[in-house]
């Protein structure tokens, strides 16, 4: 598996430099899939988000909690690429191919995902909380019990597909693009632009449940609305408002209908501009980087391996 190691080293790699690099992005993209501040106050999109910050926090606060999503970030993308490409590898043994189809990349990537929600899920649910990587494990721990990690079981399930969409999609496009330019690996560019093009398609399909597993995992259920009491009379809503932790029962396709049943199936997508700008600049930077660390380490270690024969 020392293939594997090499992949999933180089994918660390890259997720690491995209993340310190965009974090400022995903800071904001939190906000807008929460839908509304700690006071209830929805937000109005991403300017609005960045002016709330910075009047509250400063520029520190686009920057609150980077080490812990910076180490969910790289945990996250090692486990994944470890697991792809050391399943790929025994897939292309059963099926004597040296490519494998769109469809078997598919379900290898999707089985790569599961893996990696178990192992690096409970880091990405303290990243949405206050920051302090090992304090908020603690603490959610032990106020919220272990499974606190695991909310929103339905929507890593469904969003295991994202990454398995995406690098389903890479690989063949790349293997195509590489067999028609009579090529070895792709540049920096090309590989920026496909790793662009297959993020983008990955989060349209499997957005609302993005936003969905944010609003659950950032402990939020959904307020009375504006002018109704308890026995709920008419009147406006506003948005998910609660105090963390008090969102334990909702699931993630409740999340889903109540946000469209207060502001229409579109809402489903809200913040998905900001999302797929931070995504897909993420997926073409760590994509990239991968490609040609992953190109370099493997040349050397095939010289290494030629020169002691």
Known sequence: MALAFIAATSGGAGAALASCVLYPLDVVKTH??????????????PVDVLRRVLKEKGLAGLYAGMSTRTTHQVLQ??????????????????????DLSFAVSLAVGYVAGLGTVVIANPLEVASTRTPGL????VRMTR????????????????????PAIENAFFDRIKTLFLERRGARSLTLPQAFWLGALAKIIATAFTFPFIRAKVIIQAGKKKAPKEGQDAAGKDSK????????????????LQV???????????????????????????SAILLSVKEKVEAIVRAAVLAIIKGRK
């Open 32 to 45: 807008l899939n929460r839908g509304a501040d700690q006071r209830g106050e929805k937000y109005h999109g």
């Open 77 to 98: 993308k090692f486990s994944f690429y470890y697991v792809y490409d050391g399943l790929g590898q025994v897939a292309r043994v059963l099926v004597k191919a040296k």
């Open 134 to 137: 090992i304090a908020t494990l």
């Open 143 to 162: 106020e919220e019990g272990p499974m606190v990690f695991y909310k929103g079981g339905l929507a890593n399930l469904v969003l295991s597909i994202n």
């Open 237 to 252: 809503q506003v948005a998910l408002k609660s105090p963390a932790g008090e969102s334990s029962s909702l699931t993630t």
């Open 256 to 282: 889903i209908r109540d946000i469209i049943s207060d502001d229409g199936v579109m809402a489903l997508w809200l913040g998905m501009g900001t999302q797929s700008l931070k995504s897909v600049l993420s």
